[in-house]
């Protein structure tokens, strides 16, 4: 009987695994291909080993773009994170006011990436955005044109507008989820405010947090759109990322090679870093049981 | 004391949560605001709040250069198109993923997790060959393939999440009366797990919506997507703010409606969930 049960269940992933393995190994394959030869057009390669990876690593730009990528990452989860749980934990859970808030958590959301820059660019105009104008009349020398600090605050309060309520709504549906014999248990305990979130939501929310840090992570380390509206990379390559670093060589100068070579220490570094999450995350929930 | 206590904790949560909700708002408003002014008054100094003519004039313009409903049309299609398929594709896979679980199974959300870390600029060159080659280039099957590939991990991965949740007790009650794979996922899993599939819905319905790299390099004049329409503002006549802001409102005003009315399919997923 569990065997049967066992069997029709694979039976089920497989057209999943087919299809994710499809979208996954053919452009892989290809990237690979690229990455190892070298090309003087007329559709004629050759083997060029490795040659590329050895050039990008030998690159200084890319180096300052990953430093820049990973401090971009780094402050986008650190204030996200917390911050979407905070909301979720301060929502109503019924009434009126949940779909309201719900409504207007989505709002950013619901705005394609590219408008998401371009709205930011003219809301922090310093002539005729309101935000820059109203920083410019109260006396803060704020112009994300020329001033790196000001870029960086602006593309990272435009992302922190952005995303931070997909990380709320995730949280608040783990937190619909606990059966509220839990929160009853605790009651009769007479558990504080800190220790119900510390036992009981802290830990049923980690399956939904664990999708939340990984997607916020990987799209913020891929993120391209929002900035290059927004800043194009600048002032002077303050703001470049690396997927903007990545465009230039593959579309701008059309070098196959070395942008095919990028892409996979690129994938790579994704990698890595979402495993180092993953595994952290994973014993962490095993261990809260 | 513990009264008083109380209160001032409910006035500082209201006002916090309405600050966040005006910061939240405010520069879509803003955006908003300045489709309805004229191009002078859109770049006025002081920037005008309400004091101003209110024109439809952009409207008017923005509409006469391109076909709106046409752009609207093949957003929903491609958004609404991948989401279901994905679900459809997505909702067995979870399900055995949840209930099921086998040594693989962690390793294998990772992996799928994995094929999204791909940079889409690396791969745009043997996507446009194969669209290419399949001639599915500016065509709203390809691009419906293509986001539902990209999305369907997320799919699985969410699903998953919700489908553990439920306690597998109920699913043993169903078998010992007899109920078949099919009731089992039909009549049990799925009416339990329709605040979880609601959210699933609606986020990759959102992301697909605005997805603006693929959409945009995949497509020219037929399939193109609410995105590739707001893009044809912002790049050759960045200046134009006023038009611009008239375009994208007319780009979000659709999904703020939709969003509207399946928040409240959400809301009541989400309060009258089976899961408690």
Known sequence: MEKTVNQKAWFLVLPVLVLVAFSAVIPLMTVVNYSVQDTFGNNQFFWAGLEWFKEMLRDDRMWDALGRQLMFSGIILLIQIPLGVFIALNMPKSGFWVSFCLVVMSLPLLIPWNVVGTIWQIFGRVDIGLLGHTLAAIGVDYNYTSDPFAAWVTIIVMDVWHWTSLVALLAYAGLKSIPDAYYQAAKIDQASRWAVFRYIELPKMMGVLMIAILLRFMDSFMIYTEPFVVTGGGPGSTTTMLSIDLVKMALGQFDLGPAAAFSIMYFLTILLISWVFYTVMTNLEKREG | ?276
């Open chain 2, 1 to 276: 004391m513990a009264r008083a206590v109380t209160t001032n904790r409910k006035i500082i949560t209201t006002a916090v949560a309405w600050t966040i909700a005006l910061i939240l708002f405010f520069p879509i408003f803003w955006t908003i605001l300045t489709s309805f002014k004229t191009e002078a008054q859109a770049i006025n100094d002081p920037p005008l709040f309400f004091n101003f003519d209110w024109t439809l004039e952009n409207y008017a313009v923005v509409q006469e250069r391109s076909d709106y409903m046409k752009f609207l049309w093949n957003s929903i299609i491609i958004a609404g198109g991948s989401t279901i398929l994905g679900i459809l594709i997505a909702i067995p896979a979870a399900w055995s993923m949840a209930f099921v679980p086998s040594v693989r199974t962690k390793d294998i959300l990772l992996w799928m997790l994995s094929t999204k870390m791909l940079p889409a600029v690396g791969v745009l060159y043997p996507i446009s060959l194969i669209f290419v080659e399949f001639n599915l280039l500016d065509t709203r099957l390809g691009l419906i393939v293509v986001l539902m590939l990209i999305n369907l991990p997320i799919i699985v991965w969410m699903l998953y999440t919700y489908f553990r949740e439920i306690p597998g007790e109920i699913l043993e009650a169903a078998r010992m009366d007899g109920a078949t794979l099919r009731d089992e996922i039909l009549y049990v899993l799925t009416p339990m797990a329709v605040p979880g599939i609601a959210s699933t819905l609606l986020l990759n319905f959102i992301l697909a919506w605005n997805e603006a790299f693929w959409t945009l390099n995949l497509t020219a004049a037929n399939a193109a997507p609410l995105t590739a329409f707001i893009a044809s503002y912002s790049s050759p006549e960045g200046l134009f703010f006023a038009k611009l802001s008239a375009a994208s409102t007319m780009a979000i005003a659709p999904i703020l409606i939709l969003g509207w009315f399946s928040q409240k399919q959400l809301v009541r997923g989400l309060t009258f969930g089976a899961v408690k």
